[in-house]
């Protein structure tokens, strides 16, 4: 009798990313699909996320010897089962009752950890509680009062977080026309989480008359709340050089998935220059059109020491809440793994430039 290989996990659900996506589609009112797919303006900056990371190719290594491939890494002390960290993407609830409860459940699981959104649908406190190891890192807006800011930053520190991720791209709303064509509201309940309100959070940036912030302002508040912080949404070498002398301990690099800025460049295309202006200080991560595995290894080859993924834990959260993320980290862990299996690198340190090489059309 002939016994059948499979090539999948036969107690799983899902067996690609692609089932996912297809499956947080079908789950989705169109236009809460929008709101998460779409980006600003005519999406130019939203493809090109995606072109960046598709116009590089590996150089496999054969024969090394090598180890079955560790993933593992620590950044700013926080040690990872795998250089991902998840996103801090806001109105959660839209996708799915459970929210960031659900996606911080199965990061703690996957050993890797999340950067808790201001805009969420659950508290910072809650999350904090519920999932210890997942909730490491909180984002809030460079925007509102400095007292707000504060009295945010206070409550990430009393209640266990290692920093602050500071968002710094978004001054006003981005222009995003998908929105707009479907008449979309969006139900504010959703990302009232830390405030008593969205008026709160996003008035400002809504009537776009938000008081000026600087480097300087954001380095005080930063001292006096006595947390460190990344900058996320950083593109060019002046503004990471800007970041890092400000006390950043590491810069993000983000266009907002392409939903503030049309014409912003793609992450990837910006990566090694933010790489060469930061010059080793601080660590460098970064978002923006990672789908796969084979993603995220093309972003550390080329100088990032993690990855943050927002769109595809989205997609496991609307596909299947908590089992669904789960599902997207265990398919992308084992894609990464299998992939650095083929590339004869054993860690993810002996990934660098020489493991891609621009691919030929």
Same mark, same amino acid.
């Given at each position: 009798?002939?016994?059948?290989?499979?090539?999948?996990?036969?107690?799983?659900?899902?067996?690609?990313?692609?089932?996912?996506?297809?499956? =947080?589609?079908?789950?989705?009112?169109?236009?809460?699909? %929008?709101?998460?797919?779409?980006?600003?303006? @005519?999406? !130019?900056?939203? /493809?090109?996320?995606?072109?960046?990371?598709?116009? !590089?190719?590996?150089?496999?290594?054969?024969?090394?010897?090598?180890?079955?491939?560790?993933?593992?890494?620590?950044?700013?002390?926080?040690?990872?089962?795998?250089?991902?960290?998840? *996103?801090?993407?806001?109105?959660? $609830?839209?996708?799915?009752?459970?929210?960031?409860?659900?996606?911080?459940?199965?990061?703690?699981?996957?050993?890797?950890?999340?950067?808790?959104?201001?805009?969420?649908?659950?508290?910072?406190?809650?999350?904090?509680?519920?999932?210890?190891? =997942?909730? $490491?890192?909180?984002?809030?807006?460079?925007?509102?009062?400095?007292?707000?800011?504060?009295?945010? *930053?206070?409550? /990430?520190?009393? =209640?266990?977080? /290692?920093?602050?991720?500071?968002?710094?791209?978004?001054?006003?709303?981005?222009?995003?026309?998908?929105?707009?064509?479907?008449?979309?509201?969006? %139900?504010?309940?959703?990302?009232?989480?830390?405030? %008593?309100?969205?008026?709160?959070?996003?008035?400002?940036?809504?009537?776009?008359?938000?008081?000026?912030?600087? !480097? @300087?302002?954001?380095?005080?508040?930063?001292?006096?709340?006595?947390?460190?912080?990344?900058?996320?949404?950083?593109?060019?070498?002046?503004?990471?050089?800007?970041?890092?002398?400000?006390? @950043?301990? =590491?810069?993000?690099?983000?266009?907002?998935?392409?939903?503030?800025? %049309?014409?912003?460049?793609?992450?990837?295309?910006?990566?090694?220059?933010?790489?060469?202006?930061?010059?080793?200080?601080?660590?460098?991560?970064?978002?923006?059109?990672?789908?796969?595995?084979?993603?995220?290894?093309?972003?550390?080859?080329?100088? @990032?020491?993690?990855?943050?993924?927002?769109?595809?834990?989205?997609?496991?959260?609307?596909?299947?809440?908590?089992?669904?993320?789960?599902?997207?980290?265990?398919?992308?862990?084992?894609?990464?793994?299998?992939?650095?299996?083929?590339?004869?690198?054993?860690?993810?340190?002996?990934?660098?430039?020489?493991?891609?090489?621009? /691919?030929?059309?």
């Amino acid at each position: 009798m002939v016994e059948a290989i499979t090539f999948h996990d036969a107690q799983s659900t899902f067996v690609t990313l692609g089932e996912i996506h297809a499956a =947080a589609q079908r789950t989705l009112d169109s236009s809460v699909w %929008d709101f998460l797919e779409g980006g600003a303006g @005519a999406e !130019w900056t939203l /493809a090109a996320n995606r072109a960046a990371v598709d116009a !590089w190719a590996f150089r496999p290594r054969v024969l090394r010897g090598t180890a079955p491939p560790d993933l593992s890494t620590t950044l700013l002390g926080v040690e990872l089962a795998m250089p991902v960290l998840v *996103a801090p993407f806001g109105a959660d $609830r839209l996708f799915h009752p459970e929210g960031h409860r659900a996606v911080t459940a199965a990061v703690q699981e996957a050993g890797i950890a999340s950067i808790v959104p201001e805009a969420g649908s659950f508290s910072l406190e809650t999350l904090a509680k519920e999932a210890p190891g =997942a909730a $490491r890192f909180f984002q809030l807006h460079a925007l509102g009062s400095d007292e707000m800011f504060l009295g945010l *930053a206070g409550r /990430a520190r009393d =209640a266990g977080y /290692a920093a602050l991720c500071v968002t710094v791209d978004s001054p006003v709303d981005g222009w995003r026309e998908r929105n707009k064509t479907n008449r979309f509201g969006l %139900d504010t309940s959703a990302m009232e989480g830390n405030h %008593d309100s969205a008026e709160e959070l996003f008035g400002p940036m809504l009537r776009n008359d938000e008081p000026v912030w600087t !480097w @300087a302002r954001l380095a005080a508040l930063a001292r006096r709340a006595g947390m460190p912080f990344l900058a996320k949404g950083v593109l060019v070498g002046e503004d990471a050089h800007e970041a890092v002398e400000a006390g @950043a301990c =590491a810069v993000y690099v983000s266009n907002h998935g392409g939903r503030q800025l %049309d014409g912003a460049p793609a992450t990837l295309t910006q990566l090694p220059e933010i790489v060469r202006a930061v010059e080793g200080r601080v660590p460098v991560i970064i978002d923006g059109g990672f789908r796969r595995g084979t993603d995220i290894l093309k972003a550390l080859a080329l100088g @990032a020491d993690a990855v943050t993924l927002g769109r595809p834990i989205a997609y496991g959260l609307a596909a299947g809440g908590r089992e669904g993320v789960a599902a997207v980290l265990d398919l992308l862990r084992r894609e990464m793994r299998a992939t650095m299996t083929l590339l004869g690198r054993a860690t993810v340190a002996d990934l660098g430039p020489t493991a891609v090489q621009k /691919a030929e059309r």
